[in-house]
């Protein structure tokens, strides 16, 4: 509407009128209220729905936005950014608070939840330690100490499949050929190899300027 008001007053209505202040009006007080009341009548309608959070920065200012899918029969699948929170930093603590403070805001505690996320520590915990600070331990402790499915990043999973395969062979392959793949990134040298490998890097090769050694020897001998 910002963009076309005066399109729309030229072709249709010559006394069409629209300021910003008008038009976040319309924005926040109608098309929010009607779409966020048309999302709560979903929620009767299904007891199974999936939170799906990450963090996103502008500027110094960190924000946290909730995104919701759930089924709906008349409806299929529906996909819905339902939140977005700004927090003061991105640690499990402050996450799930936002976390929180969304199904809070809508009553949804009742709900049966999946929690997707990326694969950091901050989300599920390292894989080889017991965490209990992490997301998905606060969510759970949250809603009773219920079973929360975890549903991780399909695409780190499969990247820590193929590094842990990568890991797991015996021998050093030459990366001339898997220029062009990913498997490339995942392919280093042994622990005997890399620090004979490293100490090669340490050594930095400077090419000779034998102009400049004769021009010395030319001065040196001249005195």
């Not at 549903?151 to 820590?160: E, G, P």
Request: proline letters at 3%; hydrophobic letters at 35%; glycine letters at 2%.
């Amino acid at each position: 509407m910002d963009c076309t008001r005066k399109q729309i007053k030229l072709i249709q209505y010559k006394k069409f009128s629209s300021a910003r202040t008008k038009i976040e009006s319309v924005h926040t007080d109608c098309i929010a209220s009607f779409t966020l009341e048309e999302i709560t009548k979903d929620f009767d309608a299904t007891l199974y729905i999936s939170l799906s959070t990450d963090t996103s920065n502008h500027h110094a200012t960190k924000f946290v936005p909730v995104v919701i899918q759930y089924f709906v029969p008349s409806k299929s699948i529906q996909v819905k950014l339902l939140n977005v929170q700004e927090v003061p930093g991105e640690t499990s603590e402050t996450i799930t608070s936002a976390i929180r403070n969304t199904i809070d805001k809508f009553s949804l505690e009742q709900k049966d939840y999946a929690f997707s996320a990326g694969n950091k520590n901050a989300n599920f915990g390292a894989p080889d330690q017991i965490r209990t600070r992490n997301i998905y331990t606060n969510l759970s402790t949250a809603f009773g100490g219920s079973e929360l499915l975890d549903i991780r990043c399909s695409a780190h999973v499969l990247h820590q499949e193929m590094q842990t395969a990568a890991d797991c062979l015996p021998f050093d392959v030459s990366t001339d050929h898997l220029q062009d793949t990913p498997v490339l990134f995942y392919l280093h040298y042994k622990s005997g190899k890399s620090q004979r490998f490293l100490r090669i890097c340490l050594c930095r090769i400077q090419e000779t300027s034998w102009l400049l050694q004769n021009q010395v020897a030319d001065s040196s001998a001249c005195c």
